[in-house]
């Protein structure tokens, strides 16, 4: 699941920065020139993919601690094993859940922030301070980009402890039924 998961947000992660890349060149976006207009229409495009192709990213590590940590559930049960293995298998998906969730609500606030950078007017901030709305999507965009590999890097940190986990009940099952003289 390590290579999987790796793959995947590598993907996810080079999705994320080419839609910030295409959309860093787009300059002003407020341009009614033609060549503007397509690559914002592209930027949106990839953006979307990005988006979508991210939270994927996310629900495949939801999925899996969910099926791994039902497995471990019922292995514990069938051979009555001690509960250390299950109860580190549920830190470690209720630690990754609260960031991830974050990430999700960071990707998906770019949309609006996205749709604003076209606005014509600037926003006034207290103090008499302009804020374009542009700006605030482009900070905003890193902001995602940090957040998104932050969360990733600790996701596939969880993924392999988990597999470690995995390992050690495996162990334990085979040698207990070695114990009895059953297959392995």
């Known amino acids: 699941m390590k290579r999987t998961f790796l793959t995947l947000a590598v993907v996810s992660t080079l999705l994320l ?50 099926g791994t940590s039902r497995w471990m559930d019922e292995v514990r049960l069938a051979y009555k094993l001690d509960a ?5 298998n549920r830190r470690l998906k209720y630690r990754t859940i609260p960031p991830m969730v974050c990430c999700l609500v960071v990707l998906i606030l770019n949309i609006p922030l996205g749709a604003s950078a076209v606005d014509r007017g600037n926003w006034m901030l207290p103090g008499g301070h302009e804020l374009s709305p542009s700006t605030l999507h482009l900070a905003f965009a890193v902001l ?13 940190r969880a993924i392999g ?13 085979r040698r207990m039924r070695q114990e009895h003289g059953l297959p392995t």
Not at 161 to 173: A, F, H, P, T, Y
Request: aromatic share 10%; glycine share 4%; proline share 0%.
């Open 144 to 156: 995602t980009l940090v957040v998104n590999l932050a969360v990733n890097v600790r996701e596939y």
């Open 84 to 88: 250390r293995w299950i109860e580190e």
């Open 161 to 173: 402890r988990n597999g470690e986990l995995i390992q050690e009940v495996v162990q334990e099952v």
């Open 17 to 66: 920065i080419a839609a910030f890349v295409m959309g860093y060149e787009i300059g002003d976006a407020r341009s009614v020139a033609a060549s503007t207009r397509r690559l914002m229409s592209y930027h949106l495009l990839l953006s979307v993919a990005a988006l979508i192709f991210a939270a994927l990213v996310h629900a495949v590590l939801l999925t899996y601690f969910m």
